[in-house]
């Protein structure tokens, strides 16, 4: 497979390619899980694939539909899912989350046993609360939350499947008990099953992928990865090490250029991301230090990176760009600045 022909398919299965329009939900289901430690950034993923036209249109589906929510899944980080998607992710990741985060806070000096009831009586209390009023509540009881342990904290009562990050108010997300906000905690399917789902749903949204790229993204073993690909092997077209959903439409020839946000999708989905980002350019892109930059593609490929001082966009090109595509990112630039106002 060629490196462009690549980059159709997977810029297609991203909904980067003039896919039909989705309203938020419905885009954060097709791609499975949109990494969301920075929310605004989560906001510009859906953006992107045309799926919100205003950052409140994303708030909207975690606060008054409650169609998605937030929890530490997929390698221990925070994701947006498809509310029902929850519960079989958080069954999956949430064990290896758990003894991620006990472990940090050993090291910390934070006491996750004793935050734990301190935290869901306060959210029982008050309902939904922001971060820091938690902090001031685990003060409050003498215990240590300062710093880095409040994060892990949070994520460790995440991972017991305690509370989630539900609702934005007055521009802060806020925490709720799972109970409350989710409603009676559904009945995941056995693990074989959720394996092969996720298998399934990771290539919808990421296929042709391998392995090894499964098991990069989810954070689960290989072992676990090559499990969940064996169960839907009736469904699998394979090329090479590559493997992809057999009844996947043809990608289109054409893809328009984006502007993508920081953590993007589709410049996190996959363990080499040579295909997207071409490698005398990757450390524009990826830094270090698990930053991924806001990108500009074209034809499925970065051509730069972006920022928006004070609301206004400003594209940083790696090399000139062609008449077409700075103008078609001139368009996408207006529309990123339009989305939070």
Known sequence: MTPAELR????????????????????????????AQDLHMARLALRARGAARTADAVDAALTGERSLVSGWLLRGTLHLVARGDYAWL????????????????AQLGGDADAAEPVIVRALAAAGPLPRAALGERLAAAGIRAEGQILPHLLAHAAARGQVVLGPVQDGRRCFALTRDWLGAPERAPDRGAALAELARRYLQAHGPATARDLAAWSGLP???????????????????DLVDLAARSAAPRRLPPRLLGAFDPYLLGWRERNFAVPGAHARQVHPGGGIVRATAIASGRAVGTWTAPGGVVALAPFTPLATTVAAALRREAAAVERFDR
Not at 90 to 105: F, N, W
């Open 8 to 35: 159709r398919r997977r810029s297609a299965a991203q909904l980067l390619a003039g896919a039909p329009r989705l309203d938020p939900a419905g885009a954060v289901a097709r791609l499975l899980a949109v990494q």
């Open 90 to 105: 958080h069954a999956l990741t949430a064990p290896l989350s758990a003894a991620t985060t006990r472990r940090r806070l």
């Open 222 to 240: 290989l072992r676990d990865a090559h499990a969940g690909l064996a169960a839907i092997a009736a469904e699998l077209a394979q090329d090479g």
